[in-house]
């Protein structure tokens, strides 16, 4: 069974950085598609960013974009998220899913899900 393990979630000032990371096991890394989303409590699910299968493509929303970079190690079985310029907006639990055979712009179902790591951003 596919398993999910994010870290590298904190608190920070805005304009600050953060790197999450997305440990995966049980499956073949390079064959899911890769993303991150987000959750603020009783507010819905929303989509960060997508990687695809082999790294050479991504997808951000337009509220991340020029400040986050998603990108993987398929050697490493590692997903990453990089969040620059951080905002007080940002703030929320940030999951990493993985997808078999679905990627696109916006997705919001995957296959597996981590558990979630809390990003605050404040001062």
């Known amino acids: 069974q596919v398993k999910l393990v994010e870290s590298g979630g904190g608190l920070v000032q805005p304009g600050g950085s953060l790197r999450l990371s997305c440990v995966f096991s049980?499956?073949?890394?390079?064959?899911?598609?890769m993303g991150w989303l987000r959750q603020v409590p009783g507010k819905e699910r929303e989509f960060v960013a997508a990687?695809?299968?082999?790294?050479?493509?991504?997808y951000y929303d337009d509220s991340v974009k020029g400040r986050f970079s998603i990108s993987r190690d398929n050697v490493k079985n590692t997903a990453y998220l990089q969040m620059n310029n951080l905002k007080p907006e940002d703030t929320a639990v940030y999951y990493c899913a993985a997808n078999r055979l679905s990627y696109g712009n916006g997705l919001l179902e995957f296959d597996f899900w981590g558990q979630g790591t809390q990003v605050t951003v404040s001062s």
């Open positions: 049980g499956g073949s890394f390079s064959s899911y598609a």
């Open positions: 990687i695809s299968w082999g790294g050479d493509d991504a």
